[in-house]
């Protein structure tokens, strides 16, 4: 009478699935009728009235333990012999989003080579959702969190479909050698499930750095020797290399080797440890000045090394020793330097100032001869009258006759002057009847030419 074929998993108990009418013709006992159901522990069946019996949820359902159920019910009369039948019911059970996300781990480690690819793949995180479809869609998060005050965003990333997590930058095991970080994978359903795992990621090392040498020093203005007594027994501890590798593991082992040696058989460097002996007993014949070239290798694959010169001096005092080393390569080469810009800033000076000083010789050249051109030149000299100098109708200002005298230096080279002397050596003189032209009588001779010469100017 009722049939539902789909139910929800998060059905209540004692929820309705079916309504069976049963109709037997018999009457009295052989009429009556009883229902059961096969071994279904999640399901009842029940009379509500005469021939009506109902099915229902007796547990909780859950679509991942069993997401279909074939429910059989058998029906039997109580007449004798036992008259039954039976049917069967297929019950579908829809699924609820009442599971998150599972990672296959409770924790990952993951390790990745310094020095790598930004972009590269490092590892793959999975989860699996038991719900159905939608409801077990998983999208994989990185979580919101800081390595050393960084966003961890800046390190790495996560693939939201696939669960790969990539490399953002290169990293470098001398300044991080691990870290942490948290994934959320996610499902599709409403409202969506959760879960986090947390991530390690461990940076290997690679051997990208020499060894650094700590002592001896080496400096660039002066010298530092190890001083050696001559009186030195075989074994004596000259100094000790010290160096260092930043890289980790065997990466990180140093070896000593002596290179290049004054004597070589007068010193040795110890291996492991860096000490410099001497081999031999020292002798008056050895040389004061002994230079020694250590070379410091790691164990990395390629082997990355270092070098570092020890100067020894072979001597009983330090005045000895002083003397022998004032005057070093380094030195020498600083000088030689300091000479050079010397010379040079001497000679760009040197050049100014001669240059500078041919100019103005020149210029004073260039004065000096217009000077001595506009003397000797023979152009005429057209005096200037001002307005209403000479009336010719006596109606003027000036009186008729004045005589004018025009001094002018016999020398443009010196101060003194000569005054003209009465005469008429020259005489300008104004005719009634021009029309303001002025006529000039004088000699041939220029003014020009005779510098001695004095001037007089008559005016009429």
């Known amino acids: ?33 009883q ?63 009442d599971n998150a996300p599972v990672f296959e781990r409770s924790s990952y ?31 994989y998060i990185l979580e919101d969190s800081s390595v050393n005050g960084v966003p961890v965003s800046s390190y790495v990333s996560v693939s939201a479909d696939s669960g790969v997590i990539h490399a953002v930058r290169s990293f470098d095991y001398e300044q991080i050698k691990d870290f942490r ?26 051997n990208d750095n020499p060894p650094q040498v700590l002592y001896p020093v080496q400096t660039a203005g002066s010298v530092v020797a190890e ?29 000593y080797k002596l290179q290049k040696a004054t004597d070589r058989v007068l010193f040795e460097v110890g291996s492991q440890n860096g000490e410099i002996r001497t081999v031999r007993q020292v002798t008056e014949k050895d ?8 070379i410091v290798e790691d164990n990395g694959q390629p082997s990355r090394s270092a070098t570092v010169i020890v100067n020894v001096a072979v001597a009983d005092s330090f005045p000895e020793v002083l003397s022998e080393f004032t005057d070093f390569p380094h030195d020498k080469e600083y000088n030689d330097n ?25 210029v004073k050249i260039y004065r000096w001869r217009q000077s001595r051109i506009l003397y000797h030149s023979s152009l005429p000299v057209i005096p200037y009258y001002p307005p209403r100098y000479s009336d010719t109708l006596g109606t003027g200002t000036l009186p008729h006759t004045y005589n004018y005298e025009v001094c002018r230096t016999t020398d443009s080279r010196k101060s003194d002057c000569k005054f003209g002397r009465a005469g ?12 303001g032209t002025m006529q000039r009588l004088q000699s041939e001779k220029s003014i020009l030419d005779e510098p001695d010469s004095p001037l007089e100017v008559c005016c009429f």
């Open 109 to 139: 480690e993951a390790y990745i080579v310094e020095n790598n690819t930004p972009g590269v793949s490092i590892f793959t995180v999975k989860a699996t959702d038991a719900d159905w479809k939608q409801n077990a869609r998983v999208s």
């Open 424 to 435: 008429s050596q020259n005489v300008l003189i104004m005719d009634p009847s021009s029309t």
């Open 287 to 294: 040389l004061l000045k002994q230079r020694l070239t250590v």
């Open 35 to 97: 229902c059961e159901l096969n071994k279904i522990n999640e399901f009842s069946i029940s009379s509500t009235s005469n021939n009506f019996f109902s099915i229902i949820t007796d547990d909780e359902l859950d679509r991942e333990t069993a997401s279909e159920y074939n429910i059989t019910v058998t029906c039997s009369d109580e007449g004798v012999p036992s008259l039954s039948s039976s049917v069967t019911l297929t019950l579908q059970i829809s699924d609820v989003n």
């Open 181 to 206: 970080f948290c994934v959320k994978a996610q499902d599709g359903g409403s409202p969506p499930l959760s879960s986090n795992v947390t991530v390690k990621i461990q940076i290997q090392d690679q």
């Open 1 to 33: 009478m009722s049939k539902t074929s789909v139910v929800k998993e998060d059905t209540q108990p004692g929820t309705v699935v079916t309504i069976i009418n049963i109709q037997d013709p018999d009457s009295g006992e052989n009429g009556k009728v």
């Open 338 to 362: 300091l000479t050079f810009y010397l010379v040079l800033a001497l000679a760009v000076v040197s050049f100014l100032f001669i240059t500078c000083l041919v100019v103005i010789i020149s």
């Open 227 to 255: 001083m050696v007594p001559r009186s030195a027994d075989v074994g004596y501890l000259v100094t000790k290399v010290v160096a260092v590798d930043v890289d980790s593991g065997q990466n990180a082992w140093l070896s």
